[in-house]
């Protein structure tokens, strides 16, 4: 009886362990977005999280390790949202439409206030943390550009797409569809992000463009009346 109460009792502990460490990265994100690495401190984090200092300490060892921590946790989610649900194109579906979807996605994930600040951060805090600018690139726009080159030489061995170096094309679309609204976001700020229909009409130009470089001559219909509205 005793070893199960100590069980429990340690079961509760974890659980309290889980919930104060989850409080901690939630507040240290929101104060790291807002000041900065320099202008935040390990005090405002605790208060923020509504924990002890000490506290803080023992789940992160120090405010470098806990903004790494939230640096790549935030990246890699970003990430996943973007690929982990990127179905195999059907034969027979509108080849257009796929790949504009895909980047309708991509702008979606990516083109959030949280994101775009999270990509200042980095950049402002580069000459710092030079592994950070680093990962960012690596599981953003170089993930992004591997993971569509795989699906571009699946396209172009069905003869959907005439490439021959799916990785040069997947450049080429990445740079296409994100370049212009995220530099736009980044320089001029979160009310710069473009609304969701405003971010299909984007897709669908920049797909278009890409079907001329890469089509094997069936166009996109260019639609006459309003956008459709844009899929959640």
């Known amino acids: 009886m005793n070893m199960m109460a100590a069980t429990v009792s340690d079961d509760q502990l974890e659980r309290r362990s889980a919930r104060k460490r989850r409080a901690i990265v939630e507040a240290a994100a929101k104060l790291f977005l807002q000041s900065g690495y320099l202008g935040t401190n390990m005090d405002e984090v605790a208060n923020l999280a509504c924990v002890s200092k000490q506290t803080v300490y023992k789940q992160f060892s120090s405010k470098e390790t806990l903004f790494i921590e939230i640096v790549t946790s935030m990246v890699n989610a970003g990430s996943d949202a973007v690929h982990d649900a990127v179905p195999r194109f059907v034969d027979g579906a509108d080849l257009a439409e796929y790949l ?51 699906t571009l030489s699946d396209l172009a061995e069905r003869r959907l ?72």
């Open 100 to 150: 504009c979807d895909y980047a309708y996605r991509q702008l979606r994930v990516v083109l959030t206030p949280q994101l775009m600040q999270l990509r200042r951060m980095v950049i402002g805090e580069v000459g710092r943390f030079p592994e950070l600018g680093a990962n960012l690139y690596k599981a953003g726009p170089k993930r992004a550009m591997a993971a569509f080159a795989a």
């Open 161 to 232: 797409l005439a490439i021959k170096d799916p990785a040069n094309a997947a450049s080429h679309f990445n740079w296409l569809i994100m370049s212009a609204p995220v530099n736009e976001a980044m320089l001029l700020g979160d009310r710069a992000i473009p609304n969701r229909a405003r971010l299909r009409r984007h897709a669908e130009q920049g797909v278009r463009v890409f079907l001329a470089a890469y089509g094997t001559g069936k166009k996109l219909p260019v639609r006459s009346g309003p956008a459709r509205r844009p899929r959640s």
